[in-house]
């Protein structure tokens, strides 16, 4: 992600995140490094790499990695898990790498955090090989998480809005829309793909846990009044068991290349 204050929350909250939230995104964490082509020796850049599930996965395939992010509380997670891997500061709209220095390049659920996506795509765009493939995934319309949303439902009427969180997911909501954004700064071949990632949490207790876990939403439950947070997280724990404990992902990948220069 982008310096700034969409930041913050991350510096602040990732703990949960490898332990909580990544299990549940390992498919579509797996899915986007098959569609980025990752192979022995393949030079690939994960961009907002956050607790390093992408890089991990990439690398295990043989790519060379490199991860890099904005939140330095996120980078410490990732390399706490992976310290082999080489991951480092850096923000997207201002990438420390030359022209053309990787093969592919990987954003997973990021797309929606950069202040100025047009900015850190045509830095993803800069940093391809030409012929190289940057894919990104984002949420689709339809995630079901019923428990989730009850949860949140209870949390907002104690004072954790949403109103700050500066995300943009509407585009990405829209293939059109986010295929366009891809255009803009220089891809070809656009193309986006909507694919569908199920499972279950194990109990309620899990499942109030990844409700609470993202790191925008462990912000919003800080500003609740210490004397009412308790009782917001019991009330929120009674609805999260009335509801279904599954959930079902809906992500959008898209892909595009970096043409080939005529010659």
């Not at 909507?194 to 499972?199: D, K, L």
């Not at 079902?248 to 970096?258: A, S």
């Amino acid at each position: 992600m982008a310096a700034g204050n969409a930041v913050r929350p991350y510096d602040t909250y990732p703990a949960d995140y490898a332990s909580v939230l990544d299990p549940t995104l390992a498919g579509a964490a797996e899915r986007l490094v098959e569609l980025a082509g990752a192979r022995p020796g393949m030079r690939l850049l994960d961009l907002a790499t956050g607790t390093g599930a992408v890089a991990r996965i990439a690398a295990d395939k043989g790519a060379s990695v490199v991860g890099v992010d904005a939140s330095r509380g996120m980078l410490s997670v990732a390399r706490r898990l992976s310290p082999d891997l080489d991951l480092r500061l850096a923000d997207a709209r201002e990438l420390p790498f030359k022209e053309g220095e990787f093969e592919a390049v990987t954003c997973g659920l990021s797309v929606t955090h950069f202040g100025d996506c047009d900015q850190a795509l045509r830095e993803a765009f800069r940093v391809l090989r030409e012929g190289g493939r940057f894919v990104a995934s984002a949420w689709g319309q339809g995630v079901g998480t019923p428990s989730s949303a009850a949860a949140m439902e209870v949390v907002k009427r104690y004072g954790a809005t949403e109103s700050d969180s500066g995300l943009d997911e509407e585009t990405w909501f829209d293939v059109e829309k986010g295929s366009e954004v891809l255009r803009r700064a220089g891809f070809a071949d656009v193309f986006a793909r909507t694919e569908r990632f199920s499972g279950s949490f194990a109990d309620v207790d899990e499942a109030l846990k990844w409700a609470s876990a993202w790191p925008v939403r462990a912000a919003r439950l800080a500003r609740i009044n210490r004397s009412d947070r308790d009782g917001a997280m019991a009330e929120a724990r009674e609805a999260v068991a009335a509801r279904d404990l599954t959930w079902r992902f809906v992500f959008t990948f898209y892909l595009g290349h970096r043409p080939r220069a005529s010659r």
